[in-house]
């Protein structure tokens, strides 16, 4: 099984897809394209060291190296821990540890960007949708009423679908109703 494949080595996806889902990898192409160019050099080579720190290889190698360290240190010392080559492993190991965990959370926090982004345009693009679908079903209706071989009749379910929804009403009764998310 080979390797990934890069966007060169790609068939062209354009023939198999619809022009309405081309232009939507697009659309999420770009977001990905903007996200990436608007960050700086330092946070693009900060995500490129912790993607490779999180390779099994560098773990496979970290615990080989610290295996031989304290096997040397053992037969240099003749098994005193006390000595520098351990202190040295723990201090090597804390120092990692803090640079690890810095570049973690740098890292996390960039990505959080783009996921904050992705749950914006998803809750607008729902909010829009339902307006749609709300245009739509007052047309059906208002249809059925101009339609004179169609009995013409009252839905009051289809009158309220008709009526988009108010996002703040919406959040109003999810906070009343789940005490938990008010207080945050």
Same mark, same amino acid.
Do not use: M, P, S
């Given at each position: 099984m080979s390797g990934p494949q890069s966007a060169g080595d790609l068939p062209s996806l354009e023939a198999d897809l619809a022009a309405h889902v081309q232009e939507a990898v697009e659309t999420i192409a770009s977001l990905h394209r903007d996200h990436h160019e608007a960050s700086s050099r330092l946070q693009r080579a900060t995500d490129w060291v912790t993607a490779r720190l999180g390779r099994p290889a560098v773990m496979g190698t970290i615990l080989i190296g610290m295996?031989?360290?304290i096997g040397a240190a053992l037969v240099l010392t003749g098994g005193q821990i006390e000595r520098p080559p351990f202190v040295w492993l723990e201090l090597a190991a804390t120092l990692s540890a803090l640079v690890i965990a810095m !570049?973690? &959370?740098?890292?996390?926090a960039r990505q959080e960007q783009l996921?904050?982004?992705?749950?914006?345009?998803? !809750?607008? &693009?729902?909010?829009?949708?339902?307006?749609?679908?709300?245009?739509?079903?007052?047309l059906i209706e208002e249809l059925r009423r101009d339609a004179p071989d169609v009995a013409d009749r009252h839905d009051k379910e289809s009158e309220e679908m008709a009526t988009p929804a108010d996002p703040n009403a919406v959040m109003a009764a999810i906070d009343q109703r789940t005490p938990d998310r008010a207080k945050s």
């Open positions: 295996a031989t360290w !570049l973690i &959370l740098v890292t996390q996921v904050e982004r992705r749950d914006q345009l998803t !809750l607008e &693009l729902a909010i829009l949708n339902d307006r749609k679908l709300a245009k739509i079903i007052a």
